[in-house]
């Protein structure tokens, strides 16, 4: 089972554009991370958002988390086309890290 | 390069058959992941191991089974294979039992 659902489920934009994907999770979490995979590689650790933090800033990464909400979001800024990949949200919780349904973004020149 | 090693890459099997998957973690990581990643399902986390003790079970099938040697070092057991368990298979590693992972390119198996 999901624990968390990425929306949208596709995402296509221009080189240049910003980027927004959004992750809602259903129990409570340790951290919650994002995570990118090019087409049937693996899986790259973007970036990290401990549960009682509610920003954080990595390059052209922006994340935020809402606990109340229990949900989170992804900004990709100026984002270019080698962006394109598909990008995942994972809750830890109890030992385990649980993927979301993943957004799959396309960056067009 | 992660630092964590899959092996094999590709296997094509046939049903009713068994195969083993094969991981070693980043050198000094004592948590192995193992998932499972099918278009259907998308990434299902099956088992996480620290230290040689399995420390949670996800959404493993009881013909599977994982075990996380001395050496750190992690084989997942697939039997009686099914059409369905057709899949790309993630081993991942972290030096404690949470925080970012760190993937293997996977081990994509077929079974017809």
């Known amino acids: 089972s999901q624990q968390g659902e990425e929306d949208p489920q596709a995402l296509s934009i221009q080189e240049g554009e910003n980027a927004t994907m959004n992750c809602s999770y259903k129990?409570?979490?340790?951290?919650l991370q994002w995570y990118r995979q090019n087409s049937g590689r693996g899986l790259v650790h973007l970036i990290l958002?401990?549960?009682?933090?509610r920003e954080k800033h990595s390059g052209r990464l922006r994340v935020t988390l809402d606990t109340s909400k229990k949900s989170s979001s992804l900004l990709i800024t100026a984002s270019r086309a080698a962006d394109t990949a598909s990008y995942f949200c994972?809750?830890?919780?109890?030992?385990?890290?649980?993927f979301g349904t993943g957004t799959r973004l396309q960056v067009t020149l | 390069d992660s630092g964590v090693t899959q092996t094999p890459k590709h296997l094509i099997t046939a049903t009713g058959q068994r195969v083993t998957l094969r991981c070693s973690p980043r050198?000094?990581?004592?948590?192995v992941y193992w998932y499972q990643q099918s278009l259907d399902q998308g990434l299902q986390f099956l088992i996480h191991?620290?230290?040689?003790?399995?420390?949670a079970k996800g959404n493993i099938l009881e013909r599977f089974s994982a075990q996380q040697f001395p050496d750190l070092h992690s084989e997942l057991n697939l039997s009686s294979l099914e059409l369905g368990d057709s899949a790309l298979y993630f081993c991942?590693?972290?030096?404690?039992?949470?925080?970012?992972?760190?993937f293997g390119e996977g081990s994509r198996l077929t079974v017809l």
């Open positions: 991942a590693s972290s030096f404690l039992s949470t925080g970012e992972l760190f």
């Open positions: 050198s000094g990581d004592l948590s």
């Open positions: 129990t409570s979490i340790n951290n």
């Open positions: 191991y620290y230290n040689g003790e399995e420390r």
């Open positions: 994972a809750t830890d919780t109890a030992s385990k890290l649980t």
């Open positions: 958002i401990r549960s009682n933090e």
